[in-house]
């Protein structure tokens, strides 16, 4: 693996100019279905078991007929992959395992010859620790310039051998790990992530550069990777949070807003209005979307104009199969974004997260880590039941205004998948816990093209994470087509949402059954939601679309969502 040296030289991109796209609405984003492609299990072009960019180039027309707007890509990038590449050794190039930086201009232009806008992951909390800065901050010792890009600090106890505070690290354990010259280093994730010193101006400026690199190549926008934990409170003494079990996100309510040593920090705004000014540079000005894991009264301020513009809504993918408390988050995230001047982001899975046709019928007080070492049999999970209630979860979220955020797979109504063996797993969550926690692999399993072959057409040689036998079924061959399949029904939804989708309000229904969500739009449509165990009576209108066939008498039967035309 070559590493740049020089990490703030850009590469040169392959196209003689910046792609022109000043011929696309510069606001597309507000109401856009986005599709998140995590490339490694998206598609394998060279037979490896490794997916790769021309895997998504070659499938890119199967976006295309979907019907979404645009791809968001996981990391890509070199990567020793600690972190199924969260881990990142240089920012402007591509892993050679996954191809080149010409594969990601062919790449890009066949999805913008398709319709299709292109969004990449930026992950600027941390590097890995094969990124040149992190191997010259060791060589190059205490107190030196290079590692003042990242926090290095002296350990407590009569000879250094305590972390120098009790943070932890979300992946478990201590947040610091010691170097052999006696210094501790902050990783918030793996030890292979080394937290960069965002009060550095090396640091800063290596990261515009970064963002002018991609945007030169006609990158459309950033998924900006734990958008919350940038800016950390540094000043020493260092403070200790009293209480391990406090260490990580759940911490913030312990603190006034704001105040947090290392998350959601006033002072992380600062560096998105300084990025906003260069993505507004451009014709049209790229988009962002924050990963930040925080209250939503803090999480739309990474959404302002000036700042990302829009933040992801992890509440509503949190919230259970419940009509009140639905309706209850729906109206905040709707409330919360007009107050932003952004639009609203919905989401129901991602590749961090138990996948939705299953996390929805798992009993609300599941312990979803306890519920994976299980093997997802304690307690056991109905498929039928849990795909039926995604679609109808799915087509609530569509019928939404603002973004949706699909993750790949959810259209062919994948389930988790629980029982992994524990020798095959990837996820560093796994071994930094002491095999507590299984981690994220269940909804990594690489994708069912077709319903034969050695990886079910994922490529021509096996999967790096075993696919179960079942998979053949929900493979895009097994349902193109199909009228009913899951396939089909986001193909539909999605082009009648193009169709019926316009502003940015809903009105709710007050008169309907308990368990029950109505709402009509102000564009002359109806989305009714049956979250109840029984069959209800649907009002006038005509049928658009349902997530299951109505029963006898054209009621609504249970975890059922029907689109009406008023």
């Given amino acids: 693996m070559t590493v740049r040296s020089t990490p703030s030289t850009p590469s040169t991109p392959s196209t003689a100019s910046t792609p022109d796209l000043s011929s696309k609405d510069p606001n597309w984003w507000r109401q856009a279905v986005i599709y998140q492609v995590y490339p490694r299990s998206f598609a394998d072009a060279d037979g490896d078991g490794l997916g790769d960019l021309r895997g998504v180039t070659q499938r890119l027309t199967h976006l295309a007929a979907l019907g979404v707007d645009a791809l968001w890509l996981s990391p890509f990038y070199p990567s020793e992959l600690a972190d199924g590449g969260y881990d990142v050794d240089d920012y402007r190039d591509v892993d050679p395992r996954l191809g080149t930086l010409d594969d990601f201009d062919a790449m890009a232009a066949e999805a913008h010859r398709l319709g299709l806008k292109v969004i990449v992951d930026l992950v600027p909390n941390h590097t890995s620790h094969r990124h040149a800065w992190f191997r010259e901050a060791l060589a190059a010792g205490p107190r030196s310039a290079a590692r003042d890009r990242y926090v290095f600090r002296a350990g407590r106890g009569a000879n250094g051998e305590l972390p120098p505070t009790d943070w932890q690290s979300v992946f478990g354990g201590s947040a610091w790990q010691r170097v052999p010259d006696g210094q501790w280093y902050l990783h918030l994730f793996a030890p292979q992530q080394p937290d960069l010193n965002w009060e550095n101006e090396q640091v800063r400026a290596d990261f515009r550069t970064t963002l002018k690199f991609w945007c030169d190549r006609g990158v459309d926008g950033f998924r900006v990777d734990v958008a919350h934990a940038l800016v950390k409170d540094l000043t020493e003494p260092l403070r200790d949070l009293g209480a391990p079990e406090l260490s990580g996100e759940a911490a913030l309510a312990q603190f006034a807003p704001g105040t947090h040593p290392f998350y959601d920090r006033d002072d992380v705004h600062e560096v998105y209005r300084d990025w906003r000014k260069i993505l507004d540079a451009y ?16 999480r739309v301020l990474y959404a302002r104009p000036d700042e990302l513009g829009q933040a992801f809504n992890f509440e509503y993918l949190q919230t259970g199969w419940d009509a009140t ?9 709707l409330a919360d974004a007009r107050a932003a001047g952004a639009s609203a982001t919905w989401v129901l899975s ?3 997260v138990v996948r939705h046709a299953t996390r929805l019928v798992l009993p609300p007080d599941t312990d979803t880590d306890a519920w994976l070492l299980s093997g997802g049999h304690a307690p056991a999970v109905d498929p039928a039941a849990g795909l039926r209630r995604a679609r109808a979860a799915t087509l609530l979220m569509l019928a939404l205004p603002g973004s949706a955020y699909l993750y790949q797979g959810e259209e062919l109504g994948l389930p988790e998948v629980a029982d992994l063996p524990t020798e095959v797993l990837q996820d560093p969550i796994w071994e930094q816990t002491g095999h507590v926690r299984k981690g994220r692999d269940g909804c990594r399993v690489p994708l069912p093209w077709a319903t034969e072959g050695p990886s079910y057409g ?3 040689g096996g999967a790096w994470l075993p696919q179960p036998p079942g998979f053949a079924r929900y493979s895009v061959e097994a349902q193109d087509g199909v009228a009913g399949s899951t396939l089909e029904l986001y193909r539909t939804a999605l082009r009648l949402r193009r169709k019926l989708l316009d502003g940015e309000s809903l009105t709710w229904s007050d008169d309907v059954p308990a368990g029950v969500l109505r709402f009509d739009r102000s564009d002359g449509w ?12 649907l009002p006038a209108g005509e049928v658009l679309l349902s997530s299951a066939p ?3 008498g054209g009621r609504l039967g249970p975890d059922t969502t029907v689109w009406l035309g008023l």
């Fill in 526 to 537: 109806r989305c009714v939601t049956n979250l109840t165990g029984a069959a209800v009576d």
């Fill in 350 to 352: 991602n590749h961090d």
């Fill in 325 to 333: 408390e639905l309706r209850e988050v729906i109206t905040g995230s």
């Fill in 283 to 298: 014709t049209p000005p790229r988009t962002a979307v924050a990963e930040a894991w925080v209250p939503g009264p803090r």
């Fill in 550 to 552: 109505l029963e006898d």
């Fill in 458 to 460: 994922f490529g021509a």
